[in-house]
């Protein structure tokens, strides 16, 4: 069993070193990456060659030997494989088209998950096959309310007025494409387990665009059902949340979600989420990711010394608030993971 593993099943109750991994771990500030990305007209392409896929998943495991690899692919494959239109442009980022109504979802390809993205599965078996046993390997997905945010909006969007708009004006419409992103979401990371992973990560990026009354129903309702089925279907297999931005909602998700782990973003206090959360879950986070891009080496180490004081007396998950950013030195990454392990 991996050290991670050991951790998120409460096996280690003592910890003097937290384990490490960072999300977007396999990217751009990585100069290795970006070479094998040079070779890539489209992204997607990357995402869809299991040997490439597999390769940049490996590459920070080789440079900082992580804890955990996690799959290299995207949250908007699912949406693609549905059937929308999902690109990726230069300098903009993705974008998509747009599902505004009830004949839309009609369109959408149901059943299309598993033969769609069999490259995603293969290159899942490819990096479990390489990686070593004693690291672990992530599957992830994005969560309905995230990915829906993109495939109404259209693309990435500051504060997605459209889709809050949408959800209030057309509800039944809104429902019925966050029943279908639930359902597939279940089965995309089901098919991840069999393929070869043995951590789940959802990711919400968006869900703190919400007030109470809507995080509810569009996040913590599809985010139940998703985890309560996976844990059905996969009872050993943990899962770790994350609905970025909810602030103190964090305690009501834990109390209502079954999550083994959650992370939690550079906004939360800290000592709020030692109080509130650690006796019921175990944390993952939350070092600022600009800090880490562009913050003194002093600062940083202060930081990451204040993390473990006050989130080492249980065992954690050492992460960052967010995704790794692309201007972060290397040499940061490797301060950081030896400030970890000493």
């Not at 993390?307 to 995704?323: A, M, R, S, T």
Request: glycine share 6%; aromatic share 10%.
């Amino acid at each position: 069993m991996s050290y991670i593993l050991e951790v998120l099943n409460k096996k280690t109750k003592e910890i003097k070193n937290p384990p490490i991994w960072i999300m977007r771990q396999a990217g751009r500030y990585l100069p290795e990456y970006r070479k094998v990305r040079s070779e890539i007209n489209n992204f997607l392409d990357l995402c869809y060659d299991p040997k490439m896929a597999c390769e940049v998943t490996m590459q920070p495991i080789r440079r900082f030997d992580f804890d955990a690899a996690i799959i290299f692919s995207d949250i908007l494959v699912i949406p693609h494989a549905l059937g929308s239109d999902v690109k990726f442009l230069g300098g903009v980022g993705p974008k998509l088209s747009q599902t505004l109504s009830v004949d839309d979802l009609r369109s959408l390809k149901v059943k299309n998950l598993e033969s769609f993205l069999k490259p995603v599965f293969d290159a899942v078996s490819l990096t479990r096959s390489k990686l070593d046993k004693s690291k672990s390997l992530i599957g992830f997905a994005g969560c309905p309310w995230t990915l829906a945010c993109y495939m109404v909006e259209g693309g990435g969007s500051k504060n997605f007025n459209l889709v809050r708009q949408k959800a209030i004006e057309d509800e039944v419409f809104f429902s019925q494409l966050i029943d279908i992103l639930t359902d597939a979401i279940i089965e995309y990371l089901s098919l991840k387990i069999e393929a070869g992973a043995d951590i789940i990560k959802l990711f919400d990026s968006w869900a703190g665009l919400l007030p109470p009354k809507e995080l509810k129903k569009w996040v913590f309702d599809p985010t139940k059902k998703i985890v309560d089925e996976i844990k059905k279907r996969y009872p050993k297999i943990p899962i770790i949340c994350f609905p970025k931005g909810i602030g103190s909602n964090y305690l009501e998700f834990i109390k209502y979600i079954n999550c083994d782990s959650i992370a939690i973003d550079q906004n939360l206090p800290r000592d709020w989420a030692v109080e509130n959360l650690q006796n019921n879950v175990i944390i993952q986070g939350n070092l600022d990711n600009f800090l880490l891009a562009f913050g003194k080496k002093e600062d940083i180490e202060n930081e990451v010394k204040d993390i473990l004081q006050k989130f080492n007396k249980v065992p954690f998950i050492f992460n960052l608030g967010h995704g790794i950013l692309p201007q972060t030195p290397v040499e940061n990454v490797e301060m950081l993971v030896e400030l970890i392990r000493q």
